[in-house]
Structures are given as C-alpha cells and as structure tokens.
C-alpha cells in the first residue's frame, strides 16, 4: 500500500461503501487512516455519543471536511447518558466550515439558542429538525436570517414553533425548493400563503396536518374565509403531497392545486374538501404528473365545508385519463369508514386510467367497486407491473385466477382480501410468472397454498384486524 499514489487509494476509499467498512479499512495503517480522515464528509451519530459534546469535538477534529451531518436520539433514555446540547451546536458550527446538510432527530435538549449558533454556517443549505420541541419560530428565524443559502427545510413534529415569521422571510430570499412541515400544530394551511415569492421556485411540498390534534379544534366559516387567495404560480413544482389539509374553494391549497405546470408526482391524503373541479383543474395543468395517490376520507361532516359537492367522482378519473399520459403510478384509498354503495370512483373511472395512461404500478385500498370484472379487463393492462390490492372484498378466485394473463405483471401484493383461498393461485404455482407474490393477512390464503407461485414469497398472517 505504500507504494501506491494517494489518488489511487483515495479512489479505492471512494468505492467503500458502508460506514463499517470504512472504519475497518482506515484502521488497517496509518496511512488508510490519514485519507479516510481527509475523505470522510458524512456523520452520522446519537445515543452512542458519550459524553456528547466532547465526543462530537474529537470527531470533528478528525474528519475536517463533513459536508453532511445527522444526529438522532431515537430510543434515548437518560441511563445511556446525557444528550448534545446547545453546546454541541456550537461546536458543530465552529468545527464544520464546509457544513452544508443537517438532520436533528430526538434532540430535546437542543433550544434557539443552538439554532443561533447554526445560523453562522453560510454553507449550510438543509435542515431536518424531527421533533425538537424546544425550539420556537424564533430560533427558526435566527437561522434562515443567517442561512441565507437554505434550500431545503424539513420540521416535523416542531411542536412550539407557533410565529411564522421565518416563513416570511424565506418567502423574500427566494431560495426555498424543498419544505416540509408535519404535524407541527400551529402552523396552518392559511399560513404557507407567507412563502410569497418563493412559490416560484419550490419544487417539493410536503405539508401534514395533525389529524388528532385538528379534529379536537373547531373550525368555522369564518376562519377559513380568511385565507388569502393564492396568485403566484408554482411552475417548478414538482412533487406535492397533502395529509389531512382542508381544501377550501379558491383558497388556500386548492388554489395551488392548478398552477403546478411541471408536478410530476401528488399525494392527497384524507384531505377534506378536495371537488372533481380541484382535480379537473390539477389534470388539464400538470400534463407530466407521472404518480397520483389518493386517500379519500370517509367524514364529511365538517360543517364549514357541507354546502359544497365533496365527493370525488369519475369525473376527475377521467380528466386523468384524458390530460395526463405519463401517469405510471396510480393508488386509491378509501378511509376504513367508507361503505362499498358510498365508493365515489366506480370501475369505469378506474378502468379509464389504466386503459389511456401507461400504469406501471397499481394500489387499490378499500374500493369496493373493483371486481372481477376489473381483474379481467386488467389482462389488456400492457404496462402494469405492480399490482396491489387490499381489503379490495369484491375480487374472488375466479379474478385473481387470471392474473397469469397478465402481459408484464411482476409483483403482486394482496393484503386483507376476504374473498381470495388457495384456489386462486392454481394458475400462478409453478409458473413463476411472478418474481414477487407478498400476501398478508388473508384469511383464506395459506402459506402451503401459495407455495411455488413466485420466486419469491412473502406471508404473514394476523387477523387480530378483523376482530
């Protein structure tokens, strides 16, 4: 080794994978060491880190280029010794000159004041903050003011960040391209208008209301009414996912819904107020969207939002359909509440999708209005290589039978379907059609039934669900 030229090793170190292989390696000599010193520009530590401070201290010494830093207390309890303070913040900032990526995960002890200190890192581009419940709006604003390169921000479960100020300001820089914010209570749906400019050049939004949290408030027309109509548009946005929102007529979030030119991919989960023409509007805009899932909630009885039409129907199936032929993801969902005569998307909406748009992958959570009919019409289905069905209580042996049929079908996972045995894989067991075949929680299906019907084979069974 000694012989070699350092650009030849520091290649070598390069194709070194796993962190535990490269500690290996750097311990075999001094030299190994030395390089993988110089090299090393990821960290990742937590609850190992004893005494914490000091031993952040020595691992910045030693690796003086981190470009990419995590820290994560998950599954801390105090008798594994103190966490990193504020302190060891301090120390990550004055150490890390090239810090450019950031994840706090589990941090309890860390407060705005530690916040204050990152704000010096002006290399600094991302940061994670998982519940770090010390820390408020303020701490987040010292940061984004120092941080004046901040491209992607991620807090989840920040649950005493009440100002929004700092959302303001990011709005004025200009930078932002990736946000997320989950299950951060006091930040709404009417506040993330205060990205202003900004909306130009997000390109991912994540935004999760909590659903415990928001079903115990009352919500009335009034408080609705005063969010503000939402102009700017959002050409670069290109993956959009909303978990529990309200989507109020013209305001709010449904007024990004249609402004989204480039949105390859959208998630809509249990978001209530979403109408055919939210979704119309999306379909006729979005020409490249690429994946879609929709998880339709089953209460509508919201009372600020009962005077509109709050059913999806096949209405936006087909906008889909007709407007978006790259779509190659396709998941539908209904909350366990929803009744089979209530399903608002029916087979011929459904069928409509995978008939005009190239539907690699296909999700179907409780839509009771896909039957046997729809496995049959599945065998013209000249893309789809996924399929998954759960609690889908319509499809019977006789359905699942023709799966064999399917030109390119590779993957097939069943979970909670009541009206599928071990008949149903009679023309699956040995033919290994199929690379994957994962079945969970079927009561009629039996790990000897499905032997020999894939490659590969996944079984699991608990029917405590059904109880």
């Known amino acids: 080794m000694d012989e070699l030229p350092d650009q030849l090793v520091w290649e070598i170190l390069g194709r070194v994978r796993k962190t535990v292989d490269r500690n290996s390696v750097s311990l075999s000599c001094k030299r190994l060491y030395e390089l993988d010193n110089e090299q090393r520009v990821s960290l990742r530590v937590g609850c190992g880190l ?212 480039n949105l390859e991919k959208i998630h809509l989960d249990m978001c209530v107020g979403v109408r055919d023409s939210d979704i119309v509007s999306l379909a006729q805009k979005s020409r490249n969207l690429r994946s879609i899932s929709l998880r339709v909630p089953s209460d509508f009885s919201l009372p600020l939002l009962m005077n509109n039409p709050l059913r999806l129907t096949d209405e936006s199936l087909k906008a889909i359909a007709q407007n978006c032929l790259r779509l190659e993801t396709v998941r539908l969902s209904f909350s366990d509440g929803e009744f089979p005569s209530f399903s608002s998307f029916t087979l011929n909406g459904i069928l409509s999708v995978i008939q005009n748009c190239p539907v690699r992958e296909l999700a179907l959570d409780h839509v009771y209005s896909f039957n046997d009919v729809g496995m049959e019409a599945l065998c013209s289905a000249q893309h789809l290589e996924t399929l998954e069905l759960v609690r889908c209580q319509e499809i019977t042996d006789e359905g699942l039978q023709l799966v064999s049929q399917y030109p390119c079908l590779s993957v097939l996972r069943l979970s909670k379907c009541l009206g599928i045995t071990d008949d149903g894989f009679k023309t699956l067991v040995g033919s290994y059609k199929l690379n994957l075949l994962a079945v969970e929680d079927c009561p009629q299906i039996s790990e000897r039934g499905i032997n020999g019907a894939a490659r590969s084979i996944s079984f699991r069974q608990d029917l405590s669900w059904m109880y």
């Open 50 to 261: 004893d005494p914490a401070n000091e031993g952040l201290t020595s691992l910045c010494n030693r690796f003086p280029n981190l470009t990419k830093v995590e820290i994560s207390y998950s599954g801390w309890m105090s008798k594994l010794g103190k966490q990193m303070d504020d302190q060891g913040l301090s120390i990550l900032s004055g150490s890390c000159p090239l810090l450019s990526d950031l994840t706090l995960s589990y941090c309890t002890f860390i407060t705005d004041m530690g916040l204050r200190y990152l704000a010096s890192c002006s290399k600094l581009s991302a940061l994670k903050l998982n519940f770090t419940p010390r820390i408020t709006g303020c701490g987040i604003l010292s940061l984004v003011v120092g941080c004046r390169n901040l491209t992607i921000l991620h807090l989840i479960r920040c649950l005493n960040v009440t100002s929004v100020e700092w959302l303001e300001y990011l709005g004025k820089l200009e930078t932002l391209e990736d946000l997320s914010v989950k299950n951060c209570r006091a930040i709404g749906e009417g506040d993330l208008i205060k990205l202003g400019p900004s909306w130009q050049k997000l390109k991912r939004l994540q935004f999760e209301v909590d659903a415990n949290y928001r079903y115990m408030k009352v919500y009335d027309r009034l408080a609705v009414d005063r969010w503000q109509r939402q102009w700017i548009p959002c050409d670069n946005m290109e993956e959009l996912s909303l978990v529990n929102c309200i989507i109020s007529p013209g305001r709010g979030l449904a007024c990004v819904l249609g402004k989204c030119q």
